[in-house]
Nanobody, 123 residues
Framework: QVQLVQSGGGLVQTGGSLRLSCTAY????????MDWHRQAPGKQRDLVAT???????NYVDSVKGRFTVSLDNAKNTMYLQMNSLKPEDTATYYC?????????????????WGQGTQVSVST
C-alpha cells in the first residue's frame, strides 16, 4: 500500500509562514489527486486545498490568496506553503492521496492519509 509521511508545522505568530510537506512511499504507484485537510479541536476535518497530478489546484475560500499547494511529481511530494497565518488556521493538518498502485499482478486503487502535523498560530 501507499504510505504518506508528513513534515513541517509548528508554532508561529499571526502573520507568519509555515510550509508543510507530504511524501508518498510504497512501490509502484501513480497519484491522481492529493489534498490537504485540517481538523481543529472539537471540529470536523475539513478540506483545505487540492492538487491533481496535472497541477490543477483548488482552495477553500478561507485560505485563498494565503496558502499555495504544489506537487513535485518526481519526488511524489506535495507541499502547502502557508503565509499570513491567522489564529483560526490553528489545527492538525492531514494530507491525503488517491491513485493506483501496482500489486505485482494488477493495479488497484488506493486512498491514504498522512499521520497529521500540528500547526499553531498565536496572537
Amino acid at each position: 500500500q501507499v504510505q504518506l509521511v508528513q513534515s513541517g508545522g509548528g508554532l508561529v505568530q499571526t502573520g507568519g509562514s509555515l510550509r508543510l510537506s507530504c511524501t508518498a512511499y510504497g512501490g509502484a504507484f501513480s497519484i491522481n489527486t492529493m489534498d490537504w485537510h485540517r481538523q481543529a479541536p472539537g471540529k470536523q476535518r475539513d478540506l483545505v486545498a487540492t492538487i491533481t497530478s496535472e497541477g490543477v489546484t483548488n482552495y477553500v475560500d478561507s485560505v485563498k490568496g494565503r496558502f499555495t499547494v504544489s506537487l513535485d511529481n518526481a519526488k511524489n511530494t506535495m507541499y502547502l506553503q502557508m503565509n499570513s497565518l491567522k489564529p483560526e488556521d490553528t489545527a492538525t493538518y492531514y494530507c491525503n492521496a488517491s491513485g493506483l498502485y501496482y500489486t505485482g499482478t494488477y493495479y488497484s486503487e488506493f486512498n491514504s492519509w498522512g499521520q497529521g502535523t500540528q500547526v499553531s498560530v498565536s496572537t
